[in-house]
């Protein structure tokens, strides 16, 4: 039998090895509210597509002649590798006869029942903060779990990198409080902890200072914890006015700093810092969303991309001619298009220290990574380019309701503008870029 093309969709009829490519590919049928892709390599694995195009690995197997299924989880957040490994332990407890959706609420009945059992005077706040945690993983995404964590955890850590210099890592505003007795947690104490740390980090400190107070809250309204939570104990004007007034940000890359900033920016010794740096100012995405940029998510047939966006999942934007010159020239390593040169597996981590130096170079004072992102929308004004163009290459929400429920624009119109904004900021940049003479050929393995 010959192979299928890789350009077409997987046959769903049979089981096949599941790769990546596949499951790029997968679409759900028409007519269909979800699809399944069978695994070959590991029995019960299945990738399921839904009508919405949200893919996530499954497991499927059968107990007592009955079918059932356990979501194991987002095809964009696992490794293939993990979910085979997953569902290989999922079939071992089926053979087992045990039901693994049984054992999922066993466990987290445990938990709770631990949480009732503990002497409620004695539940520190750090004990709550874990049940906390699980109790909201599930409605959470990964990311928003993940600084969840960040806000308590411990410092002293000795690291390398990633501390700005101090060689070891701080420990998260909210530790100070995970010690404490939850009764202890009166409206006194929060705003002490508030004053100190409005005085060492009010933007941090303000962020965690809300997810505080949605903890308290949620604390007053479980069965164990309440009775003795002090009720409203984080919601006190002297615990808010101790981070004091957010301030609009207005670190911004002007007109006539592009010159210098791209001269300093191609002279980097890391041609991967380079090119991130300068998609950044090109996309006007967030940070993280282009750090997480892999090599799957280029389209170079249809020249577009999909970035993975904190809002709405994904969205689809222009590959333009000067961004592919610079992603296409960057070494093959793993699947990130800026791969780590630490970690084989990883993306890039932290530019900040080479995004210094090239704003000390260039003699610009105060520019952040964000603040490309807000160079990117400040820059478009002076171009006649729709505001609901720019808005949807950045990834903002529509601000209006002609924008949001009668506009549709197709990325070959989001082209045209997005262009016309790059070809703009290199011309005044001074950068020569002769789109004609790129070469279109595709993308190749770079060991």
Known sequence: ??????????????????????????????????????????????????????????????????????????ARAWRLDDARTEANRLRVSLDKGVDPREVDRAAVAEKVAQAERVTKAGVTVGEAWEVYLAARKDAWGDRHYADHQALAKAGGKKVARGTRGKGETIEGPLYV????????????????????????????????????????????????????????????????????????????LLKEQLPAWFAAVQQLPSPIVSAYLQTLLLIGSRRGELMELKWTDLNVQWRGMTIRDK???????????????????????????????????????????????????????????????????????????????????????????????????????????????ESWILEHAKVSFDPSKEDTAPLTLVA
């Open 1 to 74: 039998m010959a192979r299928p093309s890789k350009n077409e969709a997987p046959d769903l009829s049979r089981a096949i090895d599941i790769t990546s490519g596949a499951i790029d590919r997968l679409v759900c049928p028409p007519g269909k509210d979800q699809a399944f892709m069978r695994d070959a390599k590991a029995p019960g694995l299945r990738v399921r597509v839904t009508a919405a195009g949200a893919k996530s690995f499954v497991f499927e197997g059968k107990l007592d002649r009955k079918t059932i299924r356990r979501t194991i989880g987002d």
């Open 177 to 252: 409080l995970m010690s404490r007795l939850l009764s202890s947690m009166t409206s006194e104490v929060v705003e002490a902890w508030a004053t100190a740390q409005g005085k060492a980090r009010p933007t941090y400190g303000r962020r965690a200072w809300r997810c505080l107070k949605a903890f308290l809250a949620w604390c007053a309204e479980e069965r164990a914890y309440a009775e003795i939570v002090p009720a409203n104990a984080a919601k006190t004007r002297k615990s808010r006015d101790a981070f004091g007034k957010a301030s609009t940000k207005k670190d911004v």
């Open 311 to 421: 809002v709405e999942g994904d969205r689809q934007i222009p590959l333009t001619p000067y961004v592919w010159h610079l992603l296409r020239a960057l070494p093959h390593r793993n699947e990130f298009v800026f791969s780590s040169t630490r970690n084989p597996t990883s993306h890039l981590a932290d530019p900040n220290a080479l995004m210094n130096k090239v704003c000390a170079v260039a003699g610009i004072e105060g520019l952040t990574l964000h603040g490309l992102r807000r160079s990117f929308k400040s820059l478009t004004e002076w171009l006649e380019i729709p505001t609901g163009v720019v808005a949807q290459i950045m990834g903002h929400k529509p601000s209006a309701t002609a924008e949001k429920h009668y506009t549709v624009r197709p990325l070959d119109l989001v082209r045209v503008h997005h262009e016309k904004i």
